[in-house]
């Protein structure tokens, strides 16, 4: 009798206890899945570029096969010195060979432009560089409105550097407002080339009639 009663003891217990639950109640377990879910996230960068090509009017274009799932394109354009991210685009996914035009602003001269994609590994994959020479014309700037603005002669990519060698802006663009930027000399990268500017102290600069300070090292030369 009393054994009896211990097995059923024992049998309460198990059943009752928060280990004995079941299979559809275990929250770390899904009934048939099958861990499916978390592998239709892990997709590769395994993409291969069949043909790649830059056109005179500034389109990037290639095909590329054997994909493992949709990764967004990343095209990268080399910027003086550095890769720059100028254009995205989302991949098909599929095997199947798929055909990709993105468009970019070229600069003159040499350009270099290659493609990667990201997979779930954080490994980046990356396209061989392919290189394009523009026969447009060089860009040239100019500082315009009684030193608050920075004018192109034509749409480039542009990076501004301050005195202390910090980016201060970057983008596209014919022209950018200095307006707010303090006094001193500022580096710009721009048509894939280096060049700099001279920002001056401006009085009234909200006003009809602003006023350049003018450096007195540069008063003293005009004398």
Request: glycine share 6%; proline share 4%.
């Amino acid at each position: 009798m009393k054994r009896a009663l211990y097995v059923l003891s024992f049998l309460a217990f198990v059943f009752s206890s928060p280990l004995a639950l079941n299979a559809g109640e275990d929250k770390n377990v899904k009934i048939g899945t099958k861990g499916s879910d978390a592998k239709a996230e892990k997709i590769l960068a395994t993409f291969e570029i069949q043909t790649f090509k830059v056109s005179k009017d500034g389109m990037v274009s290639w095909t590329s096969k054997n994909e493992s799932g949709s990764l967004p394109y990343i095209v990268e354009q080399f910027i003086f010195d550095k890769w720059v991210t100028v254009a995205k685009i989302n991949g098909v996914g599929s095997p199947t060979p798929n055909s990709y035009s993105v468009p970019v602003i070229l600069n003159s001269g040499e350009n270099k432009f290659r493609v990667k994609q990201k997979g779930y590994d954080k490994m980046s994959k990356f396209s061989d560089a392919i290189s394009y020479y523009s026969k447009k014309e060089a860009v040239t700037y100019s500082v315009k409105n009684k030193n608050q603005l920075l004018e192109f002669s034509s749409d480039t990519y542009f990076i501004v550097y301050n005195p202390y060698g910090a980016i201060v802006k970057q983008g596209y663009g014919n022209s950018l407002n200095i307006s707010e930027y303090a006094k001193g000399y500022y580096c710009l990268v721009y048509d894939n080339k280096l060049g700099g500017f001279e920002k001056k102290k401006v009085f009234f600069k909200n006003s009809f009639c602003p006023i350049v300070a003018t450096p007195i090292h540069v008063s003293k030369k005009k004398r």
